[in-house]
């Protein structure tokens, strides 16, 4: 038995080791193809960015890229290579507090950054770090309706009528959708003049009218797109003319009067930047998104850009007299997440069986 | 039980393929209709049960294919051609079969172990480990994926070390493999154990009182009874390896071009509203699938047909 | 001869130890960090994540679900592995060729394609439409993707056995005059019946903790067709891993019964096989 011992431990440690060569191996050669590719002199001069970013921005960084990494060797001479990385908002920021390498985070929310923060990897102020509460661009949420719209809808209290069926994110798994549910709620509370009992009611009478409640905003977008579901899709603003590139004689967009500013936050991760040494070259990365370039290019992904000069070159996209409250309307992240979409807040109580 | 005495001489396989269990020497032949009475009874259960079988694979499995091609070909083959040639997409599918391979290499070493040891022996707590061993499969991917980032990520105990080391295992590509290997980990040896348990250690038992050593009784008188359905267990294992998404996506960071798997690349390209591409990337995995289970069915079929005159 | 077989057939130390050693690291020593995990939680904060209503509501959805797509996928499996071991058709070899096809396809793509078939707008759901019948984003919906992801797992399981399976015994007994449901239910199921219930207990394990083809064709309505994983994601959006690691947990208790059950019913089942003869 102990001689057995011996072989058992060969015969588990062998194949444990083999997979772990054979995975680095793998790792590093692929690495080197990279850079291969990429370009063949000066290595040592090759800056590298991870940029962890959320779903919808994978067209706007693809173009963002190409142009900050023609701008980077301009200025500085030296060539970079960006690694984007995308996901939902608040897994991406998870996996960043869990150890993914990222220099810079460009997520849908400021409470998914916070959260980098609280695990020690960002330092606070980030949110100043950047103009506009280091928000390059923003969005807001709008509605999405079938050509002609049949059924009517034009604001926030057509969607509580009976006969609308609403398709819309769960706010409680995608980071993103709890602006829908936030404008939703600042509409209700114009409308009622802050009688909170009333808020609540036309709050819980609009989720009643929701059929389907996705885990994320595009596979609330299929439902209403490919499959066909309800009459409205709540969405921000930026997918909504995405799904409308895709098919537009079947849709059409409607901008209610009362909507909220979506600041999607920028941070540099400074524990990583430090570590890799890239802290000028992540900085300079935010930075360039509030470049004149930069904003058009994000204008052309229809996110709404900060610059107001630029803005207005896109008044014929986005309808710019929309009424839009912003976080701080809510008492900021802290306090609208505590008080709407921790456990048991009111975005719980919505669903809550009496 | 008469049979245990029977001296099986362990190079006559062929001889042995029967089931010894049931003292029969009279294997099976290739040809799957066994059972030569044609009464109308009998033909219209026949027909009744490969009906629905055909209904169901055309419902559940042909029309969500269908629609896979559907949706890739929407915009022609130039789109198509576009999205499958892509450097990411490139990458992603080296990424995938490495992840495969690794898995495959893994659970083979030790399905074979595992399904020898549960099969062939009574010991104490059998039932716990072959419980454990089925465990994986019950866990939820995004469950499966979460463990291991508890372990080696950064808010583990070890993490600090690892980092020392510079190993990097979450968020990297050690962290894809290790997911891939945990989803499939049960998969061969659980198509081996119910085939051996079926078979009883009659054989064994006997081969190893002729003296025959361990890995003389494995080659001759065990593999040969386990060899499809090794087969099975090998192809089951590289297809869930090849389309697993839940766990591998908690522990791959998503870095494009460094970790995406073929699935993950697809749900990037979905969540993007990238639709057609998606779906074109989705036809590759179901493209290396069906060249796999072409294969081994041909490979079946050649081996079956060659000893199929016993 | 149990004692005999104890020594007779070498290398049980080799196997269990390599077996053991490779279990501990890749799914037992993972596996206790989530009993840690959740023991971040009091004894109360446990009790009350677990306990809430819409907590236990998906409970409900997530077993009922996993269960009635289990029982479908333990008979067709049986059929499916029946008709493609004993009868040859035309297309058998593609319809064998498909059975992994659930595997190979990415669950995002899987739940994406067949939630377009069953809305009331796609090929299958016009048809169910028309009687009144909805499919996606029902309980029905989410059974019809379970079924897909699981039955690759009773198949696969049944149809070695069956391949292995002698004919003698059969034909003997239609010789004899035994009528097909007679050797059926005496003489094959009893030889495929630990297969059936291992492909069962797998398939049920896998529907249970399956998330990514689900979540596109359940609607997700809480009390309704909200699923446990969709809950533990819930609770990891909101960095709450103590609660979502508490019900992971309690899944992960859940299988482990059932497939000791499912394995202990296999063991006195082959015990009673061995021992008849």
Redesign the interface.
């Known amino acids: 038995m102990k001689k057995n011992l011996y072989k058992i431990a060969a015969a588990v440690i062998t194949p444990v080791i083999a997979a772990s060569f054979l995975s680095s191996c793998g790792a590093t050669a692929s690495a080197a193809t990279n850079s291969d590719t990429g370009e063949k002199n000066e290595k040592a001069e090759k800056v590298t960015l991870t940029n962890v970013s959320y779903d919808p921005t994978r067209e706007l960084y693809a173009a963002y890229n190409e142009a900050f990494a023609k701008h980077y060797k301009e200025k500085t001479g030296k060539d970079i290579e960006i690694t984007q990385s995308h996901g939902g908002s608040g897994k991406q920021a998870l996996e960043v507090a869990n150890g993914l390498e990222a220099d810079v985070v460009t997520l849908a929310l400021e409470y998914d950054v916070k959260e980098v923060q609280k695990a020690g990897l960002i330092q606070e102020g980030w949110l100043s770090e950047f103009p506009n509460d280091s928000a390059p661009y923003t969005s807001t949420i709008v509605f999405l309706v079938r050509k002609g719209n049949p059924k009517n809808i034009h604001d926030w209290d057509d969607l509580i009528r009976d006969d609308i069926g609403i398709i819309t994110p769960n706010s409680k798994t995608s980071g993103g959708a709890r602006w829908n549910y936030l404008a939703a709620w600042a509409y209700a509370q114009k409308l009622y003049n802050n009688d909170e009992e009333q808020v609540k009611d036309f709050i819980k009478k609009l989720f009643g009218n929701v059929l389907v409640l996705d885990s994320g905003a595009r596979g609330a977008t299929t439902t209403f797109v490919e499959n066909g579901q309800g009459d409205v899709l709540l969405a921000w603003e930026n997918e909504a003319y995405l799904s409308l590139k895709d098919a537009p004689d079947e849709y059409e967009i409607v901008t209610p009067s009362i909507s909220i500013l979506a600041q999607p936050s920028v941070a540099v991760v400074d524990e990583v930047v430090d570590e890799r040494g890239t802290r000028e070259a992540a900085e300079e990365y935010l930075n360039y998104l509030y470049s004149d370039e930069a904003q058009r290019i994000e204008g052309n992904n229809y996110y709404r850009p900060t610059n107001p000069d630029i803005l207005k070159e896109f008044g014929d996209v986005f309808d710019l007299n929309i009424n839009l409250v912003t976080i701080n309307d809510f008492g900021g992240w802290d306090e609208a997440f505590a008080k709407h979409f921790a456990d048991g807040g009111l975005f719980d109580q919505i669903y809550e069986k009496e | ?1 008469a049979s ?1 005495a029977i001296p099986v001489p362990a190079n006559a396989e062929k001889k042995s393929s ?2 010894a ?2 003292k ?1 020497v ?3 032949t290739a ?5 030569h ?1 044609d009464s109308a ?2 033909k219209a ?2 027909y009744f ?2 009906g ?3 209904l ?2 055309f ?7 269908a ?2 091609i559907k ?1 890739a070909l929407k915009q022609g083959w130039a789109a198509y051609k576009a999205a499958v040639t892509d ?1 990411y997409t490139k ?1 992603a599918i ?2 995938t079969i ?1 992840a495969t391979i ?1 898995a495959l ?2 659970n083979t ?2 399905g074979l ?2 399904a ?3 099969t ?4 104490k707590g ?18 499966a994926g ?6 080696f ?3 583990s105990v070890i ?1 600090p070390y690892l980092k020392q080391a510079g190993i ?1 295992i ?5 962290g894809v ?2 997911a891939t ?2 989803v499939t ?1 049960p998969f061969i040896s ?2 081996l ?3 051996l ?5 009659d054989e ?2 006997a081969a ?2 002729m003296g025959a ?2 890995w003389t ?2 080659t001759k008188v065990t593999f040969p ?1 386990i060899k ?2 090794f087969l ?1 267990g090998v ?2 294992c590289t ?2 390896a ?2 697993e ?2 766990a591998v ?1 908690v522990l791959s ?6 970790t995406n798997t ?2 993950l690349y ?3 390209l ?6 057609v591409p ?2 074109a990337v ?1 036809s590759i ?2 493209i ?3 060249v796999i ?2 294969a ?2 041909i490979f079946e079929h050649n081996a079956k047909t060659k000893s199929g005159g016993v | 001869m149990k004692e005999k077989s104890k020594r007779v057939i070498p290398g049980l130390g080799l196997s269990l130890g390599v077996t053991i050693t490779m279990l501990s690291v890749i799914v037992i020593i993972p596996l206790a960090s989530l009993a840690v995990f959740t023991g971040r939680l009091s004894f109360g904060e446990f009790i009350d994540v677990i306990t809430n209503k819409r907590v236990l509501a998906s409970f409900e959805v997530s077993f009922v679900t996993a269960f009635i797509a289990s029982l479908i996928n333990a008979v067709m499996g049986v059929v499916l592995a029946w008709v493609l071991v004993r009868y040859d058709f035309p297309g058998r070899r593609i319809i064998d060729g498909m059975i992994e096809l659930p595997f190979a396809l990415p669950t995002a793509v899987a739940g994406i394609s067949l939630t377009a078939l069953t809305s009331d707008k796609g090929w299958i759901g016009r048809l169910f439409d028309r009687v009144g019948i909805k499919i996606a984003y029902t309980r029905i919906g989410i059974t019809f993707a379970l079924v897909f992801v699981g039955i690759p797992f009773v198949v696969r399981t049944v149809q070695p056995v069956l391949e292995k399976l002698d004919g003698t015994y059969e034909e003997a007994a239609g010789v004899m005059g035994a009528s097909r449901a007679v050797i059926f239910r005496r003489i094959i199921f009893p030889e495929i019946r630990p297969a059936v219930f291992t492909g069962f207990g797998l398939a049920l394990g896998r529907c249970i903790g399956e998330y990514g083809s689900v979540v596109f064709i359940a609607g997700n309505q809480p009390y309704n067709t909200e699923i446990t994983p969709l809950i533990i994601m819930a609770k990891l959006q909101e960095y709450d891993y103590g609660s979502a690691s508490a019900i992971a947990l309690i899944m992960l208790i859940f299988s482990f019964t059932l497939l000791f059950a499912v394995n202990m019913i296999q063991v006195r089942n082959s015990k009673i096989l061995k021992g008849g003869r």
């Open positions: 039980m245990a029967g089931t269990v049931k029969s009279v294997s099976r040809s799957p209709n066994l059972i009475e009874a009998a259960v026949r049960l490969i629905i079988s055909v169901f694979i419902v559940m499995m042909f029309l969500p294919l629609t896979v949706e450097d990458s080296w990424l490495e690794s290499a893994i070493v030790f172990f595992a020898w040891a549960v062939k022996f009574h010991f059998k039932k716990i480990l072959t419980t454990l061993i089925d465990v994986p499969i019950t866990v939820s991917p995004i469950i979460l463990i291991f980032v508890l372990v990520g950064r808010q993490y990097q979450v968020y990297a590509v050690p493999i290790l290997v945990f980990f659980r198509e154990i119910p085939v348990e079926a078979q009883g250690t064994e038992e190893a009182l050593n361990g009784i494995f009874h499809w359905a099975y192809v089951l297809a869930r090849m389309g998404f839940g996506s960071g998503h870095l494009r071009g460094k073929l699935p697809v749900e990037v979905f969540q993007g509203f990238e639709w998606a779906f989705s995995l179901v290396m699938a069906v289970l072409v081994r069915n």
